[in-house]
């Protein structure tokens, strides 16, 4: 049997091995996309929604006016705002579903994918691939020893973590105007 601390490097191999794959033109893209968008709205479900709702979190600290979708509070999206999807097969029925409907309001899309081919992913006018294994998925990705999409989900966190990081930096954002950002009343 293994133990905690096996399994555990065993993931950062895992996770080392996705960051090896990842393109750099198509996040470069994606945090163009996110810099040029009057406000962003995001959706995601699962483990996978988690990590991307810590995203919105994070884009809102960076000042960029950013929704969550299952908000009760989340404003109408159209011309000028982006919808930033993920969905780690490329084929979630809601997910496709509300990506259709931003398009229809004249919103642009990306959807963050662990398999390009999904309905949703061949949808979306960009994409940025996250070639970790996902639950369900069918594309060249990183294989895990771990169950389902936790690879994924993992490596979703991690990288928008330093997409926040290296948009700030590039907006030119502290951390203490971050900081400030966040809410004050917990």
Known sequence: ????????????EELSQVAKRLDEAEISAFMDAIVGAKRVFLIGVGREGLSTRA???RLMHLGKEAHWIWDDTTPSIGPGDLLIATSGSGSIGHIDYI???AVAAGAATIVVTGDPS???????KQRLFLPA?????????VPSSQPMGNLFEQALLILFDQIVIALA????????????RHRNVE
Not at 133 to 141: I, L, Q, R, S
Request: proline letters at 0%; hydrophobic letters at 40%.
């Open 133 to 141: 294994a996902v639950f369900k998925g069918k594309a060249d990705v």
């Open 169 to 180: 930096e590039r907006m030119q954002i502290d951390r203490e105007t971050m900081v400030g």
């Open 1 to 12: 049997m293994d133990t905690i601390t096996s399994g555990f490097k065993r993931a950062v």
């Open 55 to 57: 995203f919105t979190m």
């Open 99 to 101: 990506h259709d409907q």
């Open 118 to 124: 999904g309905t949703t992913a061949q949808k979306a």
